[in-house]
């Protein structure tokens, strides 16, 4: 959160003010208002430990009294608030205000026999959404003021002053913020990268021009094992995102690999490198399918990273289902019928046509 903190000092020797037990002030719109804005005010909501009143002011006999506002705090912010913010616009930002501090207190300057006082305030703003409120910025303001000790009235335009600060400052804030800063952003643009790449002696990358060989099987055999063969095959989902004229862009890269020093073999042959080469064309298939998903998602600048991380967590869990489904009706290739089935299969599939994998995926 960014934090401001403002400073005015000001001498007030305008009219007076009557005196009961307690002070009692408006807040006030000062006839102008932010007609451009995204934005609105929803809620304000009293955060103060002590809500009996805003602080302590003297009369022109040196009484101590408690100064209040004419309603709630809540409301009467709430109210001006929404009196000074005007939109246009049908897509406004949501905003709700914690008032974490707001305290007037004044002393007489016994040098100058003037009333030196102040009123400190404590705003943080948050966007409402979907879920929990999003914090966006915090406020610290201050306005001092000297005055006679008849010309108690003008305080009240302190008050009402820090206020109308506090909302200068949102104002100024959220226009520099609007096009730049992720939380409020109202889209999500997808940027996704699937490149070819060069394999290395620690990683194959897939590549339809590249097929799997023996010599990418590096680790030693397990000797307890009943498999023939075993590869280590998967892909990563990774990107960074930036903002771009108010939208978030998601940039998404994708890498289908095998681990050669996590795969073996025992005994070599044509026959098996094929059936680890589906494995392969498998991960690949599965990473086809969550592109297609994922470039026809609307996506809530508000949840989109908790989607994709949804959206890669199904497609995982696609994949094993997959890997096991093929190993199961193949017997780990020792059905040489439902091997060759299945080599169509995904073949078909990597082509574009996953009708027979959804069936499978389905049932």
């Given at each position: 959160m960014r934090v401001l903190t403002l400073f005015f000092p000001l001498l007030l020797l305008f009219s007076s003010i009557s005196f009961g037990q307690d002070v009692v002030f408006e807040l006030n719109s000062n006839g102008e208002y932010f007609s451009t804005s995204e934005y609105q005010y929803i809620e304000v909501i009293d955060r103060r430990k002590n809500k009996s009143g805003i602080g302590v002011m003297f009369d022109s006999n040196g009484r101590k009294h408690v100064v209040k506002l004419k309603g709630s705090l809540e409301k009467e912010a709430l109210d001006l608030f929404q009196e000074k913010v005007k939109t246009t616009s049908n897509t406004f930002h949501r905003i709700q205000v914690h008032i974490m501090e707001l305290e007037l207190n004044e002393k007489l300057n016994t040098a100058t026999k003037l009333y030196e006082g102040g009123v400190h305030m404590k705003l943080s703003y948050f966007l409402i959404g979907k879920a929990d409120p999003i914090p966006l910025v915090d406020y610290t303001g201050s306005l001092n003021y000297r005055r006679t000790p008849n010309r108690g009235d003008q305080v009240r335009y302190v008050v009402n002053g820090i206020f109308h600060k506090s909302l200068e400052f949102f104002d100024s804030w959220e226009k520099a913020q609007n096009l730049g800063?992720?939380?409020l952003a109202k889209k999500v643009r997808l940027k996704i990268t699937d490149q070819l790449r060069d394999s290395t002696k620690d990683t194959v990358f897939y590549h339809p021009d590249r097929p799997l060989n023996w010599g990418d099987?590096?680790?030693s055999p397990q000797p307890s094992s009943n498999f023939n063969a075993t590869i280590f095959s998967s892909f990563s989902m990774a990107g960074t995102s930036v903002m771009d004229n108010g939208t978030i862009v998601q940039e998404l890269d994708f890498k289908v690999y095998m681990l050669p020093k996590q795969s073996w073999v025992k005994h070599a042959s044509d026959y098996g490198i094929m059936h680890e080469q589906l494995h392969f064309d498998v991960v690949r298939i599965t990473v086809d399918r969550l592109i297609h998903r994922?470039?026809?998602?609307e996506l809530d600048p508000e949840f989109f990273q908790a989607t994709l991380n949804t959206?890669?967590?199904d497609a995982m869990r696609e994949l094993s289902k997959i890997q096991e489904l093929y190993d199961g009706q193949?017997?780990?290739?020792?059905?040489k019928i439902k091997q060759a089935e299945w080599k169509v299969r995904i073949k078909k599939a990597l082509a574009g046509d996953w009708e027979e994998i959804e069936q499978y995926l389905n049932q």
């Open positions: 800063n992720p939380s099987f590096r680790d994922l470039q026809s998602l959206e890669y967590l193949t017997r780990h290739g020792l059905d």
